[in-house]
């Protein structure tokens, strides 16, 4: 994750950098030094094969297709939850 603080002096330059990181090359190098993913497809053709290739690392479809984003619990959720917390916490 990159961000660039409210306050920050050169947001310019922040915003130069972040266009550099994500240009495929480069965002490529990175995905190959720490073996994970990038969301750039463009990088694909400088990644290594067997980054490329280790399901771990890149999803098959299939297994993509099962994948969910969490959602925010809802208030009463929330609320049943800290109430079991602190039952538990207090060994009741």
Not at 30 to 52: C, G, V
């Amino acid at each position: 994750m990159l961000a660039i603080p409210r306050d920050a002096p050169h947001v310019a330059n922040a915003h130069a950098f972040i266009n550099f990181l994500l240009d495929p090359q480069v965002i490529a190098k990175d995905s190959n030094f720490i073996a994970n993913a990038n969301a750039k497809a463009a990088a694909a053709p400088f990644i290594e094969p067997a980054i490329l290739s280790d399901p771990v690392i890149y999803t098959p479809p299939d297994v993509q297709r099962r994948l969910f984003v969490q959602t925010e619990d809802s208030p009463e959720q929330t609320r049943t939850i800290t109430r079991i917390w602190q039952k538990f916490n207090t060994g009741q």
